[in-house]
DNA sequence: GCTGTAATGCTCATTCTTAGTATAAATCAT
DNA sequence: ATGATTTATACTAAGAATGAGCATTACAGC
């Protein structure tokens, strides 16, 4: 029942990076070969733990600091997507926020928006019309080529939720159930079955574009409930774009004046004395992170109006 | 920056489970070597994916289907506590919830409260008076020992985030926090430099009562949103049975009637219409989980009233 | 000074939580 | 059978948190 573990035959550690930082806006994601690839470092042997290592590596390239990394998952199956079914591939996938960017306008380490490998994910302006548009109806389809009666409502039953009707009830954080869902279907390039027409974004290869899911679905729920999205931020920034941040991150808009409250409610950032004449109307005071609210109440919550859905 | 990721040359890879089952209002885990370890399986070459072959593995060993698996973490360090530090070790951990206990009485095997590993973690009674008059001192200690004066602060919040002050503002969630911060100060007999009166609780082999502490922490940070619990239930159960279950898992009371409120205000249960006569009082109704609200409602949150703070 | 724009202050209705009290339906001891 | 005890379940009132919106302030440019 416990046999020592044995070193196995022919195994091979690979390390993806979820790499985040915001600038004007746009949630960007660092990706190599002309955006279809995540980076993958050479950390197996240098460090002593895999995430000094990606801190490490990832701090060289930058010339940043990664204000917060935390691990995804470990992929070591089989069958997973590229590989190919003869070496086990253990893949560790790691998120990681980080404020300024490389070298901009860069060929090959680029940012990218993640809304360009899931447009139907930014819901700010309101709802996504490739949902009710696109989506919607070839899910439909997919749905209603089932199999049996209960086979059918089962599929119905999983388009509704994870994509709720196009209009109300979006759930921003099923990032990765709706990609999977699409994947299913057939809608994604990368699928074992594409169909013909896939829906809109930009596909990855390998599955980049899953640990990407992954990642933007963890970092929507970690913001809930801890306040990571400063790590995106410079060291003053108006509340405005604070705002922005989140929403760029959540995809979707808030309430002005009660993220004020509730930024304000919880002790998260303190006034620098200065203003900002950047906008037009009237100037906005500068505010910073207070980082000891971390140490001052454990778990912390940011506690952001994001649980409800829309 | 993106060279191919080469075989690494000796890497073993681990698995551990953390195996969580529920009698008598005692959470339990699975533990091998009268207690010591946690199991490890090979599943490394069997199964296409690690957590089919975890579950297959846990189904044949207890002759019950393993309810929920979630992947805990993986630790790659090389100067992980067992290690030898030549090889590199992957451990990947999973929490698993199965509804019943394999053989018991059986002696490998073997199924222990989680709280003979970590009393303190046990307010179900009220604040556990380990803390107030055995941690809280000894930490104390540790702090006022910590060098310049910034130093000793920082450990004097710490302990008081993680701990609270031994009577109120409990964070039942910080399960790892806390041991952490107790290996930190030496205080149990797995650390680098033991102190000679380690804090109460059993201690185990390797990292295991660390990845013990992450189980228990992801379990009770899960319940808040995800009605996991019902893993651990038999098909028919009562409300209090519920509760006590819910109870004995986050290590805290709760106030009958607003449970009862929460669990029936989600739809999470119906009534099979039979009643209990176990008890002495007014017989219970019976309930059954309603496995289809998983399907009717995305996310899905339990929606405990864990988040307060006691 | 007037107008446009954004920041900030404040209110109010609604919902969710917390902490009860009250009542019902059984068993147990006598 | 009776009352004490135990457990289940219904109901309520106060308070806190949330969602939505109006009102006011402070500046830039004309």
Redesign the pocket.
């Known amino acids: 029942m416990t046999p020592p573990p044995a070193p196995s035959d022919a195994v091979a550690i690979e390390l993806n990076a979820v790499l985040v930082a915001l600038t004007a806006n746009q949630p960007l994601v660092l990706t190599l070969e002309d955006g279809t690839l995540l980076p993958s470092g050479p950390f197996a042997t240098e460090h002593p733990t895999l995430q000094s290592g990606l801190r490490a590596w990832v701090e060289r390239q930058t010339n940043h600091p990664l204000g917060y990394v935390e691990q995804l998952y470990t992929f070591a199956d089989r069958n997973r997507p590229g590989s190919d079914g003869r070496q086990r591939v253990v893949s560790i996938s790691y998120l990681g926020l980080t404020r300024e960017r490389l070298s901009a306008g860069a060929r090959d380490p680029e940012w990218r928006s993640w809304y360009r490998y899931f447009p139907w994910e930014d819901w700010r302006t309101g709802p996504s019309p490739l949902i009710a548009q696109t989506i919607l109806p070839k899910l439909a389809t997919w749905a209603e080529a089932g199999g049996d009666a209960a086979s059918r409502h089962e599929r119905r039953q999983r388009v509704e939720v994870s994509f709720g009707d196009g209009a109300e009830s979006w759930n921003e954080d099923l990032v990765l159930q709706r990609y999977e869902l699409l994947y299913e279907a057939g809608l994604v390039p990368e699928a074992k079955q594409p169909a013909a027409d896939p829906v809109p974004g930009m596909p990855m290869r390998h599955d980049h574009r899953r640990i990407l899911a992954t990642g933007i679905a963890r970092l929507r729920a970690k913001i809930k409930y801890r306040p990571v999205f400063f790590e995106l931020m410079p060291p003053e920034f ?3 774009q604070l705002q922005r941040t989140v929403e760029a991150l959540a995809g979707r808009p808030m ?4 993220f ?3 930024i304000d409610a919880q002790g998260l950032v303190e006034p620098t004395g200065a ?1 900002s ?1 950047e ?7 500068l505010f910073r992170f207070r980082r000891e609210v971390v140490l001052e109440r454990a778990v912390l919550g940011s ?1 952001l ?1 994001l ?2 859905p829309i």
């Open positions: 108006t509340l405005l309430h002005k004046q009660n004020r409250r509730l203003s004449a906008a037009r109307g009237r100037p906005a005071k506690k109006p649980s409800r």
